[in-house]
């Protein structure tokens, strides 16, 4: 390791990285602008400027870049020359010739990077006497506003959007001083990582608009550590909250990145980011409610539908406590239903209030066996579920049947990192160093091979270097195919097309050449073939290559694989539920379904469901949105969401995480499980089971009873610290030193300061007392160091730059038992040859997936919605002539439960015979059961309207 | 023996000399001999004749080529570029060697191809140059007619194609990595080196990029070797060099001279002396991006080290003369206005420093400067110094305001006083 001195200090340091970078890591001081730990050196800015001697007789040394500089042995360094210092003070006069210095208006303004480094450098005495120059402002969207005035030119918004996550609409406009970062019009950013530039510009050029609808500033938000629930991914974030005053409860006001070198990095998708506004939104569940028994006559109402009002609490808990007593006697049957999209803490209470026998997954047989099957094959030893700093080192990337970018955006982020590994290698061999991002980037432009078969591929479509679009039983065909020639290259007899073989054989060849292959899939197909092919590729490879191989299979929904953790065998789906139904019909005993943060009309088709509802006498909602099912629920209970309450989820490379609670939610808003405790607090007696429920008081016992009852989940015990931990006997603080107003909030009122509310799950604090310093404890979300007030705050709680948080990562792998996953047996019918069924121009629907609109809870995010498109339908309209279907025309897919009406979309990728429908885009929710399906096609009549 | 090799073909009339009249002077003879040479042999003989690049760097020109990583290891796509994009101001030499003798730039861009093993060759021209343009892109025309250029050049095996683009006008491109970025249809921002284009270039493809006068150098030297081109300079420097004149003299213009000829010789001789009644204050050398240097320099050789040793550099060798009638403070409040419009707006001391000199400037010709604005120019001068900026562009804009600030100090304390400027 080389040895450098810095202002007389001896340091050993990587000589792999830059000046700039090292420093950082050693924890020095250097402002900086152009450079981004993510994003490497590109020199524009000069802010970082160094001295470097020739040698101790060397009294003047020269000027340097440090973030362009390499480390040389033996060299000496200096940050506190005078003229160094004069340089960068010299550098910040100059940006801020043409900076408005708004800071009081500024959304930026407390966490700002360009504030900070102005202080950092000393300068403070501007002689420009001149004009600012001003730009226009463009539209960007419903995420982002745009100010170009505040501009510096450290081009780190179109080196992330355009270079980093291959956006193509944001450019650097014309040149001097009167540089423009824009697009060529006003528009909606296009790329689904936009958001990140928030967090990337130094300054407030680029700020968050749904932030500055309800903002405050920085150090005005309590946060705590959480986990984004918009996809499987398991994103680490910092959303923030706060009063609005007036004495009314904290509101969610914004979501920001937390750093996870495994896994987020530096950056979320724009879903993630944005998404949260769901929990502020007309269709959150605030109160509780009971329906009225009246009957419907309301013409907008679907037959069934309940009519609801507010009641007290204590009058719905007694109602449910009755009814659990009446369980416990066997005078009624209690069911209960679970949920992909909540924590596991909230999935066991509802489990063990009414036994495991009468415990549902939520979901259906295919999404529950598909995740099973994700299950066994993580658990074979060949199998490597990569980390995204292992997914960005992939050197050859196949996609089966994946569209990634929608269905796991951040992985996508990653691979299309992984793609420039040919450009990095070319860089090694002619001596760049990688972090000269510009110079690597401008080698030669065929990346790293990316292979897709599939049937849709968004954003990575312009990097992949061969595509296969097919329907998900080619696909998997081709993949067993492409298994067979890796394990057998010479005499494989794969039955497939010439051109498919043809691309079988090279990609073949290209993953076995390949040092560290990458295989990417997913449930989103809902083929098993699929998950098997991927599975048995990344085998044979792995045999081949005598070490792990990575898989990254995307799930769902957030906490998919921690609840297929309940279950095993063919237990638990919903299919199931229905079979006991049935199986009770003549039962005089009646049933009471408690259904737990789930929609089960995304989950089951229309016609079972009215087959369920029927059956049921009474049917108990806990959750916090109103959808289609809470219209059939005779109780309604606010549940508390992410964000309002904590518990634990496990993300799709089996990663268990906890997340906490930002804040307390509106009113009598409570995690389900507490509302499950305090109904059966009000039963005269109780049981075994029933006791042990009382026993819960904080989230924590859930946890660790969950650690006993699942071995699996044994890492539960040991993820994060209970309640009663405590660092130098602090709790930790939510809210920063600098929090205003504690007294002026509820002035009023009263003008006495009200005592925080006490949390009882994690050793948490709503308020400022307690322990600040995220060096102590990876519970400190408010990443802040003296003089680093913005996001790039986090250097000083990294081992170092772009590495690990120091106390190492948050999150546990669960402990599955490791055993080879089944051989797949080759299905007996050939899939391609089943019937159509008779019916007029038959389609078989594939699900298509959509970052705005796929995510059910994203979807009531008002900014989401904006961004989302209205339901259409992907046809191939050059390959499937189909009378009286235009591009852009509406059309009417006719189902068994239902006519669902949406614009035909042309997509010369769609294999002919099928379509591809968005999966839960709002209007089409319902038909998500139904995906993959058939469906009749035809042309819209003028006034048709959806009918059952 | 020939002692005008660049302008032999150059005549009073506007016409491009055609491929017959070329090659009945002797045109393509070098071209043909280099085909018989080992490209190696050609690196060194380039080397050795003390060619320097024309441009205005001075850089040994073989040396440049011998940085391209050849053999069986080296990338088999390698690129050769011409930097015409002849924006300096006060510079208008590469323009008379393109309209006059394209054929002249062909040649010597086909030897270098071959030396260096370059198949593709692209012509980046200033785009107000449409004549030169169109009289090269005939000229490629006519010697693909003739097999000169394209596939199998003269049953040599060697291929080469040149294509002509032009520039959407940005001084910027005169930079050669700037050049080689808008070439590739990216921002004209300049690249960080290394990697040198030599080794990583057009498209991450070794590329040499030379200025129009350079390869106008080569065909010569290669036919009459090294020891005739280095006789042809009259001091240090080898060859012959376009030198010119603009300002108050009587005969502005372009002459190709010896290398070394006299600054005194230049101006009093071939552009005729100041006009009557008009004395000389100072000049600039080698264009807009130079020093200023004053009448002590006089007698002085334009040579690379010569000029460079007397505080200036010799750049494209055309000198701007200012006489003591101009206001040396607007002079250089011009020269400033192009380098801050022309800045490619990347770097932080270039980008935003350039715009305020112009604004201090314009203060200060306006007659509202203050005596502390000539503290400030001074900083200016220095944050803008070579090492500072991201390129050369910022520390050539400060080359003339530095040294103005010095030699015409009186002229800015005069404005400031007098709160006018005392030329009007």
């Not at chain 1, 009414?354 to 199998?383: A, M, T, W, Y």
Request: aromatic fraction near 8%; glycine fraction near 8%.
């Amino acid at each position: 390791m080389p040895t450098i001195t810095i202002d007389g200090e001896k340091y050993q340091v990587d000589g792999e990285q830059n000046l700039l970078n090292t420093c950082l890591s050693l924890g020095l001081d250097i402002p900086y602008f152009c450079w981004h730990p993510a994003m490497g050196s590109v020199g524009a800015c000069r802010q970082c400027a160094m001295i470097e001697y020739k040698g101790k007789e060397d009294q003047s040394g020269r000027l340097i870049i440090s973030c362009m500089t390499p480390i040389r042995d033996g060299a000496i360094y200096s940050i506190e020359a005078e003229a160094a210092e004069t340089f960068r003070g010299s550098i910040i006069e100059n940006l801020m010739i043409n900076h408005p210095h708004d800071c009081p208006v500024c959304e930026e303004g407390g966490e700002c990077h360009l504030q900070d480094m102005t202080e950092m450098s000393g300068h403070t005495l501007r002689r420009y006497r001149g004009t600012k120059r001003t730009h226009r402002n463009q539209y960007l969207g419903p995420f982002i506003n745009h100010e170009m005035n505040r501009c510096i030119t450290c081009y780190r918004c179109v080196r992330f959007y355009d270079d980093y996550a291959g956006g193509m609409d944001l450019q650097a406009l014309g040149r001097n001083d009167q540089v423009y970062f824009g697009r060529q019009e006003e528009g909606r950013l296009e790329n689904g990582f936009s958001g990140n530039l928030v967090e990337v510009c130094p300054t407030g050029v680029f700020t968050d608009k749904t932030f500055s609808a309800h903002f405050v500033r920085k150090w005005d938000l309590q946060t705590a550590p959480s986990i984004c629930e918009h996809c499987a991914v398991g994103c680490n974030t910092a959303p923030g909250a706060r009063e609005p005053g007036n004495g009314h409860e904290p509101i969610l006001r914004r979501v920001i990145n937390l750093y996870h070198r495994d896994i987020n990095g530096y950056f979320l998708c724009d879903r993630g980011r944005f998404g949260y506004e769901y929990i502020n939104s007309a269709t959150r569940i605030e109160k509780v409610f009971s329906a009225r028994h009246e009957t419907v006559i309301s013409s907008t109402a679907q037959s069934g539908d309940r009519l609801h009002r507010e009641v007290a609490p204590q009058k719905a808990l007694l109602h449910l406590a009755q009814q659990i007593s009446a369980a416990q006697d066997n005078r009624r049957h209690m069911l209960g239903i679970g949920s992909p999209r909540t924590s596991l803490e909230n999935n066991f209470a509802l489990r063990q209030l009414v036994g495991p026998e009468n415990f549902f997954s939520g979901l259906n047989q295919r999404d529950q066996e598909l995740l099973q099957l994700v299950n066994n094959i993580q658990s074979d030893n060949r199998i490597l579920c990569p980390t995204t700093p292992e997914i960005e080192a992939a050197d050859a990337v196949f996609i089966l049947a994946e569209d990634i970018y929608n269905t796991a955006p951040r992985i996508s982020l990653a691979i299309r990192q992984a793609a420039r590994n040919r450009q990095k290698q070319q860089a090694q061999s002619l001596k760049i160093p990688l972090w000269q991002d510009a110079s690597v980037r401008q080698l030669e432009g065929n990346g790293s091979p990316i292979i897709f078969a599939g049937t849709e591929l968004t954003d990575l479509e312009n990097i992949a270097s061969t595509t296969l679009f097919e329907t998900p039983e080619k696909v998997a065909q081709f993949a067993r195919s492409l298994a067979l020639l890796l394990s057998n290259p010479e005499n494989a007899q794969t039955g497939l097309e010439p051109q498919q073989q043809e691309i079988a054989v090279h990609a073949a060849e290209i993953l076995r050449n390949a040092k560290n292959p990458l295989i990417i899939s997913g449930t989103s197909s809902k083929h098993a073939e699929i998950l098997h092919a991927a599975a048995q590729i990344a085998t044979t490879l792995s045999e081949q290559k005598t070490v792990p191989v990575m898989l990254y299979l995307a799930c769902d929904e957030v906490n998919s694989l921690g609840l297929s953790q309940f279950f095993s065998g063919e237990s638990g789906y919903l299919e199931q539920l229905l079979q006991t139904l049935r199986e009770r019909e003549q039962s005089e005993v009646p049933t009471t379904l408690i259904v737990l943060e789930n929609d089960l009309y995304r989950r089951l088709d229309r016609k079972s469901l009215a087959h369920l509802f029927e059956h049921i006498d009474e049917v108990v909602l806990l959750d916090t949105l109103f959808h289609s099912t809470s219209k059939r629920a005779d109780w309604i209970f606010p549940a508390a969401a992410t964000a309002e309450s904590q518990g634990t989820v496990v993300n799709a490379n089996g990663l268990a995480q906890r997340f906490y609670a930002i804040y307390e939610g509106k009113g009598f808003i409570q995690e389900s499980w507490r509302w499950l405790v305090d109904a059966v607090e009000f039963c005269t007696e109780k049981s075994g089971a029933l006791s042990q429920i009382t026993s819960w008081k904080h989230s924590t016992d859930l946890s660790e009873a969950i650690a006993r009852e699942f071995k699996t989940l044994e890492v539960l015990n040991v993820l994060g610290p209970d309640e009663n931990y405590r660092i130098d006997g602090l709790k930790v603080a939510r809210q920063s030193g600098r929090y205003s107003g504690r007294t002026a909030v509820h002035a009023q009122e009263h003008v006495s300061e009200e005592p925080p509310i006490q949390d009882p799950d994690a050793p948490m604090n709503f308020s400022m007392e307690g322990i600040h310093n995220p060096d102590k404890t990876q519970l400190q979300a408010n990443i802040w160091s003296p003089g680093w007030n913005s996001n790039q705050s986090i250097n000083k709680f990294q081992e170092q730059i772009g590495g690990e948080r120091k106390g190492g990562p948050s999150g546990l792998a669960i402990k599955r038992s490791k055993h080879p996953m089944p051989e797949w047996i080759t299905p007996a019918k050939e899939t391609a040859t089943e019937e159509l069924p008779d019916i007029p121009n038959p389609v078989q629907m594939q699900p298509v997936y959509r970052l705005f609109g796929s995510g059910e809870l994203s979807n009531q995010s008002k900014c989401i919605v904006e961004a989302t498109e209205a339901p259409f339908v992907l046809i191939n309209l050059a390959e499937a002539k189909i009378p009286g279907i235009h591009d852009g025309q509406p059309i009417e897919l006719v189902t068994s439960c239902g006519t669902y009406r949406a614009e035909a979309r042309s997509a010369p990728t769609i294999p002919p015979g099928n379509v591809g429908v968005p999966y839960g885009l709002p209007g089409l929710e319902t038909l998500t059961p139904l995906l993959p399906g058939y469906a009749s096609l035809r042309p819209a009549e003028a006034s048709a309207s959806i009918e059952d | 023996m020939l002692i005008n090799p660049l302008t032999k073909n150059v005549t009073d009339q506007n016409i491009a000399t055609d491929l017959e009249r070329y090659l009945g002077n002797g045109g393509y003879v070098g071209w043909r001999k280099a085909h018989t040479i080992d490209p190696d042999k050609i690196i060194d003989l380039v080397k050795d004749g003390g060619l320097r690049g024309r441009g205005g760097a001075g850089f040994n020109t073989g040396l440049k080529w011998s940085f391209v990583p050849r053999g069986a290891d080296a990338p088999e796509q390698k690129f050769i570029v011409c930097n015409a994009d002849e924006m300096e101001p006060g510079t208008f030499k590469d323009r008379l060697l393109m309209e006059r003798d394209p054929h002249l730039l062909l040649e010597g861009m086909a030897i270098a191809a071959y030396a260096i093993g370059a198949s593709i060759g692209y012509i980046f021209i200033r785009g107000e140059y449409h004549l030169a343009a169109e009289r090269l892109e005939y000229a490629i025309e006519e010697a693909k007619a003739q097999g000169l250029l394209g596939t199998d050049i003269c049953a040599s095996g060697f291929s080469l194609e040149i294509f002509v683009h032009r520039s959407a006008g940005n001084y910027i491109c005169g930079e050669e990595t700037a050049l080689l970025n808008a070439l590739e249809g990216r921002r004209a921002i300049p690249r960080a080196k290394p990697p040198f284009p030599q080794v990583s270039g057009l498209w991450g493809k070794p590329t040499v990029v030379n200025n129009v006068e350079t390869f106008c150098n080569i065909p010569h030297l290669v036919e009459f070797g090294v020891d005739w081109y280095r006789g042809l300079g009259r001091g240090e420097d080898a060859g012959s060099k376009l030198f010119g004149v603009s300002g108050h003299v009587k005969n502005p213009g372009t002459w190709e001279l010896p290398m070394g000829t006299p600054i005194r010789e230049i101006i009093e001789q071939h552009a005729g002396g100041m006009h009557d009644g008009l004395r000389l204050r100072g000049l600039l050398p080698g264009g807009g991006s130079t020093d200023f240097l004053g009448p002590e320099h006089l007698d002085l050789p334009m040579d690379y080290d010569v000029i460079g040793k007397a505080g200036s550099r010799m750049g494209t060798g055309t000198i701007i003369v200012l006489d003591n009638k101009t206001c040396p403070v607007g002079l250089v409040l011009n020269l400033s206005q192009f380098f801050a419009r022309e800045s490619c707006g990347w770097c932080t001391p270039c980008r935003d420093g350039l715009p305020w000199v112009v604004k201090i400037l314009q203060r200060i010709e306006a007659g509202e400067g203050r005596s502390e604005d000539l503290d400030l120019l001074h900083e200016q001068c220095k944050r803008i110094g070579p090492g500072n900026t991201f390129c050369a562009l910022a520390p050539g804009a400060a080359e003339p305001l530095q040294s103005a600030l010095v030699r015409f100090e009186q002229d800015f304390f005069n404005h400031i006083n007098q709160h006018r400027c005392p030329y009007r």
